[in-house]
């Protein structure tokens, strides 16, 4: 009796749903209690089976009036009922079952199903037959009381953990007292059953608890939920389900109001607890994490390469003290030379004997001169003019620079000879720059293309109508007497007029790009395309009468030749020559050119007997230049002002290098110290930065700078320029191969002389 109902109490206390199945029947009539029998309701509402559906009477009532079902403790089984001794009824096989959940009892004094009888009541149930009255209305009485603790006022009951279930199915069981039912309106009351409904046989009337809302929440007692008002719901289960057992104070269900005895419960722990576990877990981890990343920095940090590269207090290469304070460095060029001690004549011929028999050189003729004292310390040969090839820049670059002087510069002019109609008047600039502002090409701080089209702009208001070039500066061929067929145009040369853009190049900043062969032609177009709608008149035009509107200017002499000498330029040194000429009133020709550069420079005291000149570039096999001419003029730039003598003899009298010269008053040595800054340095720059690499020539690395020649079809290889010696003497010198066969081997020949200068010592 007692165990399957304090178990399902128990079940109702946790506030664990549970769901009945009701089993539906055929309509019954009603007993006398007021408490009918029967299926559902006219509204298709589940109905308690009447008590005779056990019997297979579904349309009869018992005899004596009152309604009787099936115990709710009783099981269906063959065991006796334990009031009457009778067989437990099965349930009829017309009869199905379903889950649904029960509707409340709604008022006091109205007949409800399901509702728990009185003590007065169980008494006139006694006498029902069969014995199963009086057990479920004790039942019912449980119910009622349930009902009554479900309706009183207070704090919403706690969710009981299953843990606490196991420990109220230990307690001891004790008989649970009858309670009336609440009077008034029950909340939560739902759908009604019809009256007189109990529940079938082989079902058991099981109680739920349905937790209430919290205090001062808005739940309408006629809600049809349940659980909604915290009431207790009764729902059918099968007869055969096991009921959990709970202890049962004197005045009601354990945690009812009227159970004063019960021992407190412990409150449950609520979930949100265990969050705070997975936080500290996590918070471990973070440490963990950060705990390596500071281990390893400070392993990383404590490796010497990585500490003396950020030079950390505890780096192997920590300095033990203070830096010391940083010594001012003067940013100036120091003269060499002047204290060293000079070689001798002896000293520097038996160095040279072996280098100088190479058969690689062909026939040699060369010198070497010491500039301070003006003594020849090597010669062979040195008389006999040679083809020396690009050696000849030499002569053109003394020439300008004592004629020209070393300031003076070429002009481009603009001339307006009517409106929108410009004739640009050729200066015999071939340096001309076609990069725009903030760019240099290979001739550094030469005349920009876009300065002159914006001075023309500026005068003419942007009105130009034709471009057209007056090239009557230079006259007769544009190529010299001696010049292959394929030299201009070519990657070395391009035909000499008296302006050009990039020195004919077609990209200005590589010196091997292929050159144009209508220069002056090409500046036209490109000056034309800085107007619209401006044309080009290729029969050129004339500039004189005209109305200059703007020009613009070169590098200065000194700087040409300087660019000249380092890229061995042919198609300046042709332009430098031509000036030469004009300057001295010889034709702008190549061979007014030539003429001269010889008058300039015999002149100045040069000794000119036996050179033969047809261009200022070299380029032409016809040319004829001894040894000794080319070291006097080096020996002469390198010398002092104070020096004396001519290279071969002692300065007895006072020197002839530090004679002024007439133009400028400035002597020939300051005049032509331009000539030594633009010779390329051995495995440094210009013409000479691929030798010197390796081997004995090594050693004049740095300390050699010439001026390269090379025609391989005659077998002509020269070498002129200047080194210091480990003694910090400068020596000058001029070495010039001719029928040499293989040119690289002739190249190396001369380097290994020159470096051999370097480290002998010669004393």
């Known amino acids: 009796m007692s165990a399957p109902f304090e178990e399902r109490t128990a079940r109702a206390r946790s506030g664990d749903l549970v769901e009945g199945y009701v089993a539906q029947g055929g309509t ?23 008590a005779d559906a056990d019997a297979g009477a579904p349309d009869r009532a018992p005899a004596d009036g009152a309604g009787t ?19 437990a009824q099965q349930p009829s096989s017309e009869q199905t079952t379903r889950p649904t959940r029960l509707p409340q009892p709604q008022a006091s004094g109205e007949s409800q199903p399901g509702q728990r009888q009185n003590p007065a009541e169980r008494t006139s149930a006694a006498s029902a037959p069969h014995g199963r009255t009086d057990r479920f209305q004790q039942g019912q009485a449980g119910r009622q009381s349930y009902e009554a603790q479900a309706s009183r006022p207070g704090p919403p009951q706690q969710h009981q953990p299953r843990p606490q279930q196991q420990q109220q199915q230990q307690q001891p069981q004790q008989q649970q007292p009858q309670r009336r039912p609440q009077t008034g309106p029950q909340p939560g009351a739902g759908v009604q059953p019809r009256p007189g409904s109990v529940p079938p046989a082989g079902m058991q009337a099981r109680p739920v608890r349905i937790e209430p809302q919290a205090a001062g929440s808005d739940a309408s007692p006629e809600s049809d939920d349940a659980g909604e008002s915290g009431e207790t719901a009764y729902l059918a ?33 609520p979930e949100g607890e265990a969050k705070p576990r997975r936080g500290r877990t996590k918070a471990l981890l973070l440490g963990a994490t950060a705990l390596v990343l500071v281990v390893a920095v400070g392993i990383v940090l404590a490796l010497p390469a990585v500490s003396n590269r950020l030079g950390l207090p505890w780096a192997p290469n920590a300095p033990l003290t203070d830096p010391p304070q940083p010594i001012a ?91 929108g109609q410009v004739v640009v008047e050729a200066g015999g600039d071939v340096t001309l720059s076609s990069l725009p502002e903030g760019e240099e090409s290979l001739y550094r701080g030469a005349a920009r293309l876009d300065d ?16 057209a070039v007056d090239n009557s500066l230079f006259t007769g061929d544009k190529t010299g007497k001696g010049w292959a067929g394929e030299d201009a145009p070519s990657t070395y040369a391009a035909p000499v007029e008296p302006v050009m853009l990039d ?54 002499v000194e700087r040409l030749v300087e660019q000249m000498l380092e890229l061995s330029d042919n198609t300046l040194a042709e332009a430098i020559q031509h000036q030469v000429a004009i300057s001295t009133g010889n034709e702008a020709t190549f061979p007014g050119g030539a003429k001269a550069t010889l008058e300039v420079l015999s002149r100045h005291g040069f000794d000119v007997e036996g050179v033969t000149l047809n261009d200022g570039s070299g380029l032409s096999v016809d040319n004829r230049i001894p040894a000794q001419l080319l070291t006097e003029i080096i020996a002469v730039a390198a010398g ?24 400028s008053g400035a002597s020939r040595t300051e005049t032509l110290r331009p000539i030594l800054s633009g010779l390329p340095v051995a495995g440094g720059t210009g013409t000479l930065s691929a030798r010197y690499d390796d081997g004995v020539p090594a050693q004049g690395r740095g300390w050699v700078r010439a001026k390269t020649g090379t025609i391989p079809s005659i077998g002509t290889n020269a070498l002129t320029g200047y080194v210091v010696t480990v003694e910090g003497r400068v020596l000058a010198f001029s070495l010039i191969t001719s029928g040499a066969r293989n040119t690289d081997a002739a190249r190396e020949a001369l380097d290994t002389m020159t470096a051999t200068l370097r480290e002998c010592g010669c004393r």
Do not use: C, Y
């Open 28 to 50: 019954g009539g009603e007993g006398t209690d007021g408490e009918g029998t029967g299926g559902e309701h006219a509204g298709g509402e589940p109905a308690w089976p009447s």
């Open 69 to 87: 079902s099936q115990s709710p403790s009783e099981q269906p089984s063959s065991e006796q009922s334990p009031s009457d001794g009778q067989p």
């Open 237 to 269: 289960a099968p007869a055969g389900a096991a009921a959990p057992e709970a202890a049962q104070g004197p005045g009601g269900p354990p945690d009812g109001p009227g159970n004063s005895d019960a021992p407190p419960q412990p409150e449950p722990e």
């Open 329 to 419: 460095v003067a940013s100036h060029l120091q003269g060499v030379g002047e204290h060293g001690q000079a070689p001798t004549a002896a000293g520097v011929q038996q160095a040279l004997s072996g280098p100088a028999r190479d058969g690689a050189l062909g026939t040699l003729s060369g010198m070497v001169v010491d500039p301070l004292s003006g003594e020849t310390l090597w010669s062979q040969s040195a008389d006999r003019p040679v083809a020396p090839a690009s050696a000849t820049k030499i002569l053109t670059a003394a020439a300008a620079l004592l004629e020209l002087g070393p300031d003076a510069r070429l002009t481009t002019k603009a001339v307006e000879v009517a409106p």
């Open 452 to 467: 002159l089209a914006a001075k023309i702009d500026k005068a003419t208001g942007g009105e130009v109508s034709s471009i």
């Open 503 to 556: 020195g004919g190049r077609s990209d200005p900043l590589d010196d091997g790009s292929k050159r144009t062969g209508t220069p002056s032609a090409d500046f036209a177009k490109r000056l034309a395309a800085k107007f619209p709608g401006a044309s080009v008149d290729a029969q050129g035009g004339d500039a004189s009468g005209g109305r200059v509107i703007a020009e613009v200017e070169s590098a200065p």
């Open 640 to 663: 002092s002002d104070d020096a004396g003598g001519s290279p071969g003899e002692q300065p007895s009298s006072p020197a002839e290098s530090s004679e002024p010269d007439a133009g």
